[in-house]
């Protein structure tokens, strides 16, 4: 598969216009021939977001100049995606811009249900949490992200939070985890707790952020391959280690969770809007998984970039 690194997002953007006239996503039913048959990847991780705030209200203090880019919608997503093979994404509910409002995203999967799976956010301070997440299921939402959040110190023990997970046992949507490797204790006890839960940490529990990829917080991320509904997200490259392609420093680190959790519960993704642009683009991102890691079979490579994250997001 080519990864045309020397296109730049602009002309490949204009020539997907090009293409099909309206749109890179065109009709559901051409988007879905595609997902499968050009495209078979799954980018596990990726946001969108619109400048037009009547279809996507920002959260209170959040103005239009905060996004950027400016505009990064379904379409615009797919015409960078799908030139890497990438037909499918999970989108992933940007909390600073839309905190627990999802609308935006099922939208998009209403649109293209074959192409898009959500992963949303419910209030766990609120109640009936267990049962906000029942309902959204029948909208694509197939995964909840979690955070810490401010001021909670057992931010995974409020009532709420049992309930998500409780329930997540059960309807088999994950926890998404974005945490600090100073979190991973907790998520550890979380998943001791509720060993059914289905539960995914995104980009690594972010081991690398500052640029050190610490043996320690490493040992700490494969600890929690002994929990075996537990799934990592081998994703943002451009935010970990040396933050810039070729992103070898980050092949001790994947080979590990290889090693230790097995392809079928690792799964890449990009991301985007964040490897976008400039040297940390898209295809820096994909590339390191699909053409350079080399110890993997062509079956692995394939799970790594599809199998685990239809298994784990396309399973409704
Ligand atoms: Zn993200």
């Avoid at 249900?113 to 992963?119: E, H, K, N």
């Avoid at 995974?156 to 046992?169: C, I, P, S």
């Avoid at 994703?235 to 040396?242: C, Q, R, T, W």
């Amino acid at each position: 598969m080519p990864s045309d690194s020397s296109v730049s997002r602009r002309t490949v953007l204009a020539g997907g216009v090009a293409a099909v006239g309206t749109s890179v996503l065109g009709t559901e039913g051409a988007a879905g021939a595609a997902a499968f048959k050009d495209a078979p990847w799954i980018d596990a991780h990726s946001h969108i977001w619109t400048p037009d705030i009547s279809r996507s209200k920002l959260q209170p203090g959040m103005t239009v100049e905060d996004l950027a880019p400016k505009s990064f919608t379904a379409d615009e997503l797919m015409a960078v995606a799908r030139p890497a093979g990438v037909g499918r994404v999970v989108l992933i509910q940007h909390t600073l811009f839309h905190g627990y409002d999802t609308s935006y995203l099922t939208d998009a999967w209403r649109r293209h249900p074959s192409v898009f799976r959500v992963v949303g956010m419910v209030d766990d301070l609120r109640p009936n949490a267990g049962r906000a997440m029942r309902q959204l299921m029948a909208q694509g939402v197939t995964g909840f992200r979690i955070v810490p959040r401010m001021g909670i110190t057992d931010w995974l023990q409020t009532d709420g939070m049992t309930e998500m997970w409780q329930t997540a046992a059960e309807t088999r949507q994950p926890m998404c985890c974005l945490v600090n490797p100073a979190n991973l204790p907790e998520v550890a006890a979380a998943c001791q707790r509720h060993p059914d839960t289905p539960v995914v940490i995104d980009h690594f529990g972010r081991v690398g952020i500052d640029g050190q990829i610490r043996e320690a917080e490493v040992n700490q991320l494969c600890a929690l391959a002994q929990h075996r509904h537990v799934k990592i997200k081998i994703s943002a490259y451009y935010a970990l280690g040396e933050k810039k392609p070729p992103h070898h420093e980050l092949i001790p680190m994947i080979k590990r969770l290889y090693e230790v959790f097995g392809a079928d519960r690792l799964m890449w993704a990009s991301d985007c809007p964040y490897q976008l642009d400039g040297e940390n683009n898209y295809p820096a991102s994909i590339g390191l998984i699909r053409d350079v890691i080399d110890f993997v079979t062509d079956a692995e490579r394939r799970q790594l970039l599809r199998t685990t994250a239809e298994e784990t997001f396309f399973f409704a």
